[in-house]
Each structure stands twice: as C-alpha cells, then as structure tokens.
C-alpha cells in the first residue's frame, strides 16, 4: 500500500474497537486501556486522529493529544502541565503490527504538528518515551524528529519514562 493509499482522519467511535485492539497490543509502550478509557479520552482530546487504508475501513495507527486544562490524569501530562503553560501533549501513539516501519508514525506527528501551527494552539509538542521498561526504538525515533529531554520520572515501581518536548 502506497502513501496515496492512506487517509488522515479524526478519530469517530466508529473506529474504537479497532483503536482499542490496536493500542492494547502495543502495551507496554502505551498504557493499556479500557473502552470506557478511550471514550473518555476521546472525549477530553484536543486532537484525536487515525490513519487508515483507502477504504476508510481498517486503522492502520492512531494518536490522540490533550491540551492544558484537560481532566487527563496521567502523571506524565499532569508533569507538563505543572511545568509549562502553553502545550500539546501527545498521549498515544500505535501502530498496528502489520503496518509497523512503514513512516505511520512520523505522519501522525507531522499531521498533529501541522493542526498546531494551523490552529496556532501552542508552540510545544510534548510526550514521554518509557526508560524502564526500555524502548530504545521510540527514542531513536524521537531524537530523529527533535525531541529533546527535559526530565524524567518514575510513574510507577519498575516503569520510568524520558519526559521530551519539540519546539513548533
């Protein structure tokens, strides 16, 4: 499938149950997540989008972002928002297994990227990337897009994540 072939969209329920199986089998680079999770979640977002094949049918990968003063209680949001102001946050991010290695990813932030300077929301994208347990293939892929490091934390015993922005 070529990149012609792939249609940016805004994450609808329609797409939930795909989401879902789609981050859950992404634990544990992303947390995992109950239905009622991901309405809530979709629900507080400020930008929530798929990627899927022509057909619109199958998700290919997913994100979903929250802006300052979301109800999101994920220690790592609630670290941005207590360190800057003005922020997007990129929650979750994943790829489905097939589809992996194929530039989906760099095309969400691309395209989250892109909504912020178009709706001039902020001019800092920020995410964290797990230490412990490691994924030393997101950092590869964060540094490569110009993340850079300003903290880390321990969100839970054995679990210790890199805190990163971009300047927009």
């Known amino acids: 499938m070529s990149d012609a072939q792939l249609v940016i969209k805004e994450l609808t329920p329609q797409y939930f149950a795909q989401v879902l199986e789609i981050n859950n089998a992404n634990t544990p680079a992303v947390g995992e997540l ?70 989906l990813g760099a095309i969400l932030y691309q395209t989250i990227e892109g909504y912020m300077v178009r709706d001039n929301t902020a001019s800092l994208l920020a995410c964290e990337v797990n230490l412990q347990p490691p994924n030393p293939g997101s950092s590869r892929f964060h540094a490569r897009l110009g993340f850079i490091e300003v903290g880390q934390q321990e969100t839970k015993p054995g679990t210790v994540v890199s805190l990163l922005t971009k300047k927009i």
């Open 34 to 103: 109950t239905i009622e999770e991901l309405r809530f979640n979709f629900l507080d977002s400020l930008y929530a989008i798929v990627i899927t094949d022509s057909t619109e049918a199958e998700v290919l990968a997913f994100c979903v972002t929250f802006a300052p003063g979301a109800l999101y209680a994920s220690p790592n949001y609630l670290w941005f928002s207590n360190a800057y102001d003005d922020f997007v946050y990129l929650d979750r991010i994943a790829v489905a297994a097939p589809h992996r290695n194929r530039g």
